[in-house]
């Protein structure tokens, strides 16, 4: 059975780094059907993709936030994670990590979701 | 970076209703169109792929439709559960959403 869980702190200081970690369990990372990916969503507003990443070291991210994430792997582990640079209270959001899958081109799989809150 | 526009921002129905939900791309996405349903307190589920496509376990009331720039998501007839917010999501150029449509009991 197919499950991610996120973790990460719940608060973080403004310019600080911002790190997120998903642990998935019951399906391997490394299954070449499957993307992984971050997105976030600001309280009460809508789905902001922020990064995703291809086991083989494919990665892409969104432009506007490119500059300050970065999305990385640690297979033995079965886990991937984000690191976001800079925040502000703009990135205040849950923050959720997901299955892209290949057949679906989609997101088909979500965990939870872990809210963060950027407040000195 | 295409921007997905959906349309109406709430629509307030009654169980049993025909709901249809617009989504608009500002530049084609050929078929490359999902829709997925977000309850309260939930993380989104994945109903729609592929502009027409329903996800595995999804029931036959929910279809979509559409290609290029505009698309429509068809619930035949609300079930109590099926009030909730549902995104469109084009894999066209990166991955955007759109702003999402409300669907709430009259």
């Known amino acids: 059975q197919l499950q991610l869980r996120e973790s990460g702190p719940g608060l973080a200081r403004p310019s600080e780094t911002l790190s997120l970690t998903c642990t998935v369990s019951?399906?391997?990372?490394?299954?070449?059907?499957?993307?992984w990916g971050w997105i976030r969503q600001p309280p009460g507003k809508g789905l902001e993709w922020i990064a995703a990443l291809y086991y083989s070291g494919s990665i892409s991210y969104n432009p506007s936030l490119k500059s300050r994430v970065l999305i990385s792997e640690d297979t033995s582990k079965n886990q991937f994670s984000l690191k976001m640079t800079s925040v502000t209270a703009a990135d205040t959001a849950v923050y959720y990590c997901?299955?892209?899958?290949?057949?679906?081109?989609?997101?088909?799989?979500w965990g939870h979701g872990t809210m963060v809150t950027v407040s000195s | 970076e295409i921007v997905l526009t959906q349309s109406p921002a709430t629509l307030s129905l009654s169980p049993g209703e025909r709901a249809t939900l617009f989504c608009r791309a500002s530049?084609?996405?050929?078929?490359?169109l999902a829709w997925y349903q977000q309850r309260p307190g939930q993380a989104p589920r994945l109903l729609i792929h592929d502009a027409s496509r329903r996800a595995t376990g999804i029931p036959a009331r929910f279809s979509g439709s559409g290609s290029g720039t505009d698309f429509t998501l068809t619930i035949s007839s609300l079930e109590p559960e099926d009030f909730a917010i549902y995104y469109c999501?084009?894999?066209?150029?990166?991955?955007?959403f759109g702003g999402g449509t409300r669907v709430e009991i009259k």
């Open positions: 999501q084009q894999r066209s150029n990166w991955l955007t």
């Open positions: 997901a299955r892209y899958l290949k057949f679906y081109d989609a997101f088909d799989f």
């Open positions: 019951g399906y391997s990372i490394r299954n070449s059907s499957s993307y």
């Open positions: 530049q084609s996405v050929n078929t490359y």
